[in-house]
């Protein structure tokens, strides 16, 4: 049963803390994005590879937020230091061919900053 | 930033009755998606529609594009409780691999 796995998928820290989230995409899915979601602006793209390569990160705060894909079945996603506007929940997704197919989500890390 | 508009934000309707989502866009496209997402989960892809496709069918959903308007029409026909969820359309460019979300509807489906 191919999915994408996320972790954690619940994670409360104090501001300051270092927060790394994970992503295992679908084995092979060479397209892989980073979501947030919040009520306010919903669905936000903050980063997104492919074949392992950043393409495009700028809807990333850069000076807090850094995304990775140390290899081909791992996709981090790191805020450091954390606020509380952090607070979200952030999906990772994974495609073959994005967008011009579908996009597979995992379940989310919903992240609370106090 | 988002691409798409959706509306309504929120509808409600009887089960049985049908539901229409609309989704407006910006920039130019290669295609246009439709996902659902229930309450805490992450999202489900229902349909895609290609640019030079006027009108998609897939069971009791049927999606529409218009290009030259820039936007595109969900429909669920026969509603039922179960489909009771937020909707979001998404924009694809399959030059950049980018897939941008709308703002989304939320559908109650009344017993």
């Known amino acids: 049963d191919a999915r994408v796995t996320q972790t954690p998928r619940h994670k409360v820290t104090e501001m300051g803390q270092e927060v790394t989230m994970r992503c295992q995409p679908i084995?092979?899915?060479?397209?892989v994005f980073w979501y947030r979601q919040t009520m306010m602006q919903g669905l936000e793209l903050l980063a997104y590879f492919r074949n392992r390569a950043p393409l495009d990160d700028s809807g990333m705060p850069k000076d807090r937020f850094s995304a990775e894909m140390p290899d081909a079945t791992l996709a981090t996603l790191k805020i450091q230091p954390s606020e509380p506007r952090d607070s979200a929940v952030y999906f990772c997704?994974?495609?073959?061919?994005?967008?011009?197919?579908?996009?597979?989500f995992g379940q989310g890390t919903r992240l609370t900053v106090v | 930033s988002q691409q798409g508009e959706e509306d309504p934000q929120a509808l409600s309707i009887q089960e049985g009755e049908k539901a229409t989502m609309n989704c407006s866009y910006k920039?130019?496209?290669?295609?246009l998606q439709w996902y659902r997402q229930n309450s805490g989960r992450g999202l489900v892809h229902l349909i895609l529609?290609?640019?030079?496709?006027r009108e998609k069918h897939s069971g009791r959903l049927r999606v529409t594009l218009d290009t030259s308007k820039k936007s595109s029409s969900l429909l669920i026909t026969a509603s039922r409780a179960a489909d009771t969820a937020s909707y979001f359309c998404a924009t694809g460019a399959d030059s950049s691999y980018k897939l941008i979300f709308g703002s989304g509807t939320r559908l109650l489906v009344r017993p």
């Open positions: 529609i290609r640019s030079n496709e």
């Open positions: 997704a994974s495609g073959s061919h994005v967008g011009g197919t579908e996009a597979f």
């Open positions: 920039t130019s496209i290669n295609n």
């Open positions: 084995l092979g899915h060479n397209t």
